[in-house]
């Protein structure tokens, strides 16, 4: 079980009252959907709920589901409460003895937790609407007394966090394609929110809520700070502030101007963190290391230093010019001014491209060019350290 690192800037979620009204259906082969122009806008909780075609669950299935919550069924835990495992007829999606019929992961709405109802309603009103394959299938809900309960498909590779940051032996790190893959599928997941279809922006786009399944593809979870898009004739919405440290833009955070530039930008910082296997903030790396995108500015301003910010553990498996291309859409993305990063249908495109590029595989020669730069580079910086060390935090 893990805990959730990560600072929320602001938790409470103003459910917008003008909320669009996104019929989906979903097309036979379950990779596409339709939105019906229905000009209904659902604003009411049972509004939402109706409108989501969910599965309600009573309490007492989901406890037995999940075999009364046992600790040993806890797959997780995040702002929102802990994350069970649970097993469910694929027919009937009654509760199943466990090990037959479909796994379900169940987000169990904690009392005390930062993350109330209202961000419980605006998972539903979203992922009860929206479908696409890179976005988590939410299943049903409980509404029960203080009860506040959502039943995901099961992601049984987790959240992409834990396999950048877990450390320990029988840990395999990504390799550099799989990285890339559960890049681009989570460019997908973003780029169909923001399309005309969704009009939405998501505005909590971290590695925390990136969740892959067995064949890494990577869907985003946890819609409870997502916002309808600006509408006709508007650049923005005005929120308060809300989303990640580290994740959130900077504008954003300065103006509470929302645009979907904003996610364009956490997109940047989750690829950094994808390139590098570093957290974005991290008080337990050395002064001067411990915010990724100051940390990662310095190398990533001169072409051959990029190789600097990568992570070590994935080494050889990709080319220089491979490494400087994903690197170069990360500083495009978080990019100070928004006018300048690129949306999320340009970022797709270039992901897209590079997987399909056969440019993946490093040359001996550049692998050993790189090596050999680098440990010049690390005595260079040993010794400069020894002359003139840091001034104590
Ligand atoms: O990284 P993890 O193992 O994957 O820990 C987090 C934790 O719960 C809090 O979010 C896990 N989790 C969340 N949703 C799901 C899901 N649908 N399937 C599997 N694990 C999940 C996540």
């Not at 969910?54 to 409460?81: H, Q, W, Y």
Request: proline share 4%; hydrophobic share 35%; charged share 25%.
């Amino acid at each position: 079980m893990r805990c959730c690192f990560s600072v929320r800037i602001k938790a409470e979620s103003p459910l917008q009252s003008g909320l669009d009204s996104k019929y989906v259906s979903k097309d036979e082969d379950n990779t596409s959907c339709k939105i019906s122009s229905v000009p209904l806008t659902p604003r009411s909780e049972g509004e939402i709920l109706e409108a989501s075609n969910l599965k309600s669950f009573s309490f007492n299935e989901l406890n037995i589901a999940t075999r009364c919550f046992r600790p040993d069924s806890v797959l997780g835990e995040g702002g929102f409460g802990c994350v069970f495992k649970g097993w469910i007829d694929e027919q009937t999606l009654k509760a199943a003895k466990p090990g037959t019929g479909i796994v379900i992961a169940v987000k169990r709405l904690n009392q005390e937790g930062f993350q109330g109802h209202k961000e419980w309603l605006a998972e539903i009103n979203y992922l009860g609407q929206l479908y696409h394959p890179n976005l988590v299938n939410l299943v049903g809900y409980c509404l029960e007394d203080e009860h506040r309960l959502l039943v995901y498909e099961f992601m049984p590779r987790g959240s992409l966090e834990n396999h950048l940051f877990r450390r320990g032996s029988h840990f395999q790190p990504l390799s550099w394609n799989l990285r890339m893959k559960i890049a681009l599928g989570a460019a997908k997941g973003l780029a169909y929110l923001h399309s005309p279809k969704a009009k939405v922006i998501y505005r909590d786009f971290k590695s925390s809520n990136i969740l892959i399944d067995s064949n890494y593809n990577a869907k985003l979870s946890d819609f409870g700070l997502a916002r309808d898009g600006p509408r006709d004739g508007h650049s923005h919405v005005s929120t308060r502030v809300m989303g990640t440290y580290g994740y959130a833009a900077p504008e954003y955070v300065v103006t509470g101007h929302l645009t979907t530039k904003s996610d364009v930008y956490s997109f940047g910082v989750v690829l950094l963190e994808i390139l590098s296997g570093r957290r974005v903030l991290d008080k337990n790396r050395p002064p001067g290391e411990q915010d990724l995108i100051e940390w990662a500015k310095r190398f990533l301003v001169r072409k051959h230093r990029i190789v600097y910010v990568m992570d070590s553990r994935i080494e050889g498996q990709y080319s220089l010019g491979a490494a400087l291309k994903a690197a170069t859409l990360a500083i495009n993305c978080i990019c100070i001014e928004p006018r300048f990063r690129p949306n999320m249908d340009e970022v797709v495109k270039q992901l897209e491209q590079l997987q399909n590029s056969k440019d993946t595989g490093s040359t001996k020669s550049e692998v050993l060019h790189r090596h050999r730069k680098k440990r010049t580079e690390e005595a260079f910086n040993n010794r400069k350290a020894a002359s003139c060390p840091q001034p104590s935090a």
